[in-house]
């Protein structure tokens, strides 16, 4: 069974957007084409009462077919961790649910199985979550709220780099920050197998601004196909005469 690339976009963001279009609206649209949109809320570690901008945190996710959450600061690495590994496990879970339906019937899903046959098949869905490659475009918000924030949000994303570098699938990450200097969003750091390079430029960034949420999870939906088309440019030319044709 192969479930092919996971593709996740992971919002990082400590408030409600304030130009452009919907971003739920952009996150559905994302889940369609089998992008998968998780987002995390990032609090103030003094911060005793939720802002009432981070109800939009949940509404991209459930959008998107991915896990939301809303932490402190100083959890932000575990969450981080937790969220992109529960959001394979869920979207894993939704493609062997679609094998099982094609095999017996379309009324059939994992969770009318008896529980012999659900272990084996949790199994399954884990070794998908080992094997499986996955690429992750990070988005983190920049506008002025977030400037404190950043240098946890560095540490996180390394951590996370760190504790998926022992699964046997490849793993690819790219960060873009928003709202860029002149653009929606603004490379951070481009397509890469790990995120060590992330110190040299975190330091760099800058906050301020806007927070145009969902102009940006739009622009961040294209860089999946943007990487599909620079993978297939590099590949080698057809070669006529070596395949006999």
Known sequence: MNAGTLKQILLLTDGCSNKG????????????????????????????EQPEGLQEVEDIAVSGGGVSQIVYSERLSQTVQMVTRQAMTQTLQG??????????GKDQSMEE????????????????????????????????????????????????SMSLNARVGKNRFCIY?????????????????????ISKVFPKLTSGGITPTGPALRAAMYQFSKKQLRRNSDEEPFDMEETGY
């Open 21 to 48: 279009e919907s971003p739920a609206t952009v996150a559905g649209l994302a889940n369609q084409q089998g992008i998968t949109v998780n987002v995390i809320g990032i609090l103030d570690d003094d911060q005793t």
């Open 95 to 104: 493609f062997v649910n679609k094998e099982l339906r094609s095999i017996l």
């Open 113 to 160: 199985l008896d529980p012999e046959k659900r272990g084996e098949i949790m199994e399954v869905v884990e070794d998908l979550g080992e094997t499986s490659d996955l690429e992750v475009v990070v988005l983190v918000d920049s506008s002025a709220s977030m400037r404190d924030k950043l240098e946890t949000v560095k540490e996180a994303l390394f951590d996370l």
């Open 177 to 197: 920050r928003f709202p860029g200097r002149r653009n929606d969003i603004e490379l951070v750091l481009d397509w890469s197998p790990r995120l060590d390079g």
